[in-house]
């Protein structure tokens, strides 16, 4: 049975995968990619807006209508002060997964760049 303080420390654990993704792409763009600060700065607060925007259309117009207390009746559970925080998780849970999903795309990005830097400075070494 879900109760308060399941989907609390659910949203919790949440919070922290925002967080060790937003660090990650912090330092996937500042070492890897070697952006400075100051542009990382502004790529990263450019991430977040969209991202944010992004999540906010799929929850409202995709997953909304399954957490939504107005749309769903559960009058079992509506007696319960959880039954709200089901609807933050399932926001927090879209954008965390876009976040890990940038964090992902950004390392498979900086692996390609550091793998074509190292094979251009080995040929540029041979000749």
Known sequence: MINEATLVITLVILFLFIFASVGYLFFVIIERIQMTKFKTTV??????IVSFLCS????????????????IYIE????????????????????????????IGHHIYAVK????????SKISNEA
Do not use: C, Q
Not at 56 to 71: G, K, L, R
Not at 89 to 102: D, G, K, P, R
Not at 114 to 120: I, L, S, T, V, W
């Open 43 to 48: 790529y990263i607060f450019t991430l977040m």
């Open 56 to 71: 906010v259309a799929i929850y409202h117009f995709i997953v909304s209508p399954f957490v939504d207390p107005a749309n």
């Open 76 to 103: 079992n559970l509506r007696n319960y002060s959880f039954y709200y925080v089901i609807g933050w998780n399932a926001y927090f849970a879209v954008l965390t997964a876009i976040l890990l999903l940038m964090a």
């Open 113 to 120: 760049k550091e793998k074509e830097h190292f094979e251009n």
